[in-house]
């Protein structure tokens, strides 16, 4: 079992930044990779970005591409998601996610199924 817990959300004015923080617990040494995701209001879970373990590769959405950072404190066991030149189109709830298996595919980054944890999601709302 791996435990997820996300913080760092907040109201924010479009072009300002935030960092998102998920501290992981449990068995985190099965951890192969780490995702964000968001889930704006009345749409499904979108992939924003994702880190794997064994060489710290990055993928990003497009929509996120320059704006966001992915990165990761081993020694906290944190994962963290730098957002900067927030837009209110970013308004969504934010759920990190870890994968136990191996993922080699970039596809596959975006992929739900892929991940086997979740947290309980961080809101970030941003203003105009």
């Known amino acids: 079992q791996v435990q997820l817990v996300e913080s760092g959300g907040g109201l924010v004015q479009a072009g300002g930044s935030l960092r998102l923080s998920c501290s992981a617990s449990?068995?985190?040494?099965?951890?192969?990779?780490m995702g964000w995701f968001l889930q704006g209001p009345g749409k499904g879970r979108e992939f924003v970005a994702a880190?794997?373990?064994?060489?710290?590769?990055?993928y990003y959405a497009d929509s996120v591409k320059g704006r966001f950072t992915i990165s990761r404190d081993n020694a906290k066991n944190t994962v963290y998601l730098q957002m900067n030149g927030l837009k209110p189109e970013d308004t969504a709830v934010y759920y990190c996610?870890?994968?136990?298996?191996?993922?080699?595919?970039?596809?596959?980054?975006?992929?739900?199924?892929?991940?086997?944890?979740w947290g309980q999601g961080t809101q970030v709302t941003v203003s105009l």
């Open positions: 449990g068995r985190t040494v099965s951890t192969q990779a």
């Open positions: 880190m794997r373990w064994t060489d710290e590769n990055t």
């Open positions: 996610a870890a994968a136990l298996s191996i993922i080699w595919s970039q596809v596959r980054f975006s992929v739900i199924s892929s991940y086997d944890y």
